[in-house]
């Protein structure tokens, strides 16, 4: 079993900057893929950002392209989202996940393990 604690939401405005961190524990990090999502009120959990087990390989969703980045740092087992440029419709809960798989899920179903969620709004 993964335990997962993210950290550094809060209210930014639009345009802003914020940096997301997800500290793992329990189980070898550098072994599986993780990824980031996203819930706003009324509205389904999706994908944000995955990255497979090296951080080699990463998927975005058309919504972020271009303004996030998902990295990890399997030394620290930590996983970062930075997210820059950000918009009035950035505003939801976001998790990080861990999968049993090492390369890149997209579907949440494919993830055993989540974290508590950190709220991020963005003003505009």
Same mark, same amino acid.
């Given at each position: ?7 550094? %939401?809060?209210?930014? !405005? /639009?345009? =802003?900057?914020? $940096? ?9 990090? &550098?072994?599986?893929?993780? %990824?980031?999502?996203? !819930? /706003?009120? =009324?509205?389904? $959990? ?9 951080? &080699? ?68």
């Amino acid at each position: 079993q993964v335990q997962l604690v993210e950290s550094g %939401g809060g209210l930014v !405005q /639009a345009g =802003g900057s914020l $940096r997301l961190s997800c500290l793992s524990s329990g189980r070898t990090f &550098r072994t599986y893929a993780m %990824g980031w999502f996203r !819930q /706003a009120p =009324g509205k389904e $959990r999706d994908v944000v950002a995955a990255i497979n087990w090296i951080g &080699r390989s990463t998927y975005y969703a058309d919504s972020v392209k271009g303004r996030f980045t998902i990295s990890r740092d399997n030394a620290k087992n930590t996983l970062y989202l930075q997210m820059n440029s950000l918009k009035p419709e950035d505003t939801a809960v976001y998790y990080c996940a861990a999968s049993g798989q090492s390369v890149v899920v997209l579907n949440p179903g494919d993830y055993d393990s989540w974290g508590q969620g950190t709220q991020v709004t963005v003003s505009s």
